[in-house]
């Protein structure tokens, strides 16, 4: 999948090196000529951005949900998706705590015992009587 802007860069590309109309270049490449015509009409919110930032800084491991409950608070209007959009084009993401480790490589395998006392194994065994009382027990074998 192609982003917009990297097509609109195709089809300029074509436009000028090979000297295409535009709409020969768009059905070259398979888009459609509203992708290439577009023009963003979204505003620049300069003092949302420089609050978002600071606000991020002071509380670090907030995400842009309780971030933006903060800025309604303060009087931002501004949707949760649009939020997001900026927390993202900010960098501001928190970084996800590290997860369990895990062994690396492969395990050796278990030596085999050559004399007794070498090595012992144990478990726990459960039954129960035809009474209907249960009962366990702890096994331990010399290997």
Not at 73 to 97: D, P
């Amino acid at each position: 999948m192609v982003t917009p802007a990297v097509e609109r860069e195709a089809v300029a590309h074509l436009k000028t090196v090979h000297e295409m109309s535009e709409r020969r270049a768009c059905r070259v490449i398979g888009c459609v000529r509203m992708t290439i015509r577009y023009r963003s009409r979204r505003v620049d919110d300069v003092a949302l951005r420089e609050r978002l930032r600071a606000l991020a800084k002071e509380r670090r491991r907030f995400g842009y949900r309780r971030l933006h409950v903060f800025l309604r608070r303060e009087g931002f209007v501004v949707n949760h998706k649009r939020l997001f959009r900026i927390y993202r084009e900010e960098r501001l993401m928190v970084r996800k705590r590290g997860g369990r480790k895990r062994a690396l490589g492969t395990r050796a395998p278990m030596p085999v015992p050559l004399k007794p006392n070498d090595r012992w194994s144990l478990d726990f065994v459960s039954n129960q009587l035809a009474s209907g009382r249960r009962f366990r027990i702890l096994a331990i074998f010399d290997d």
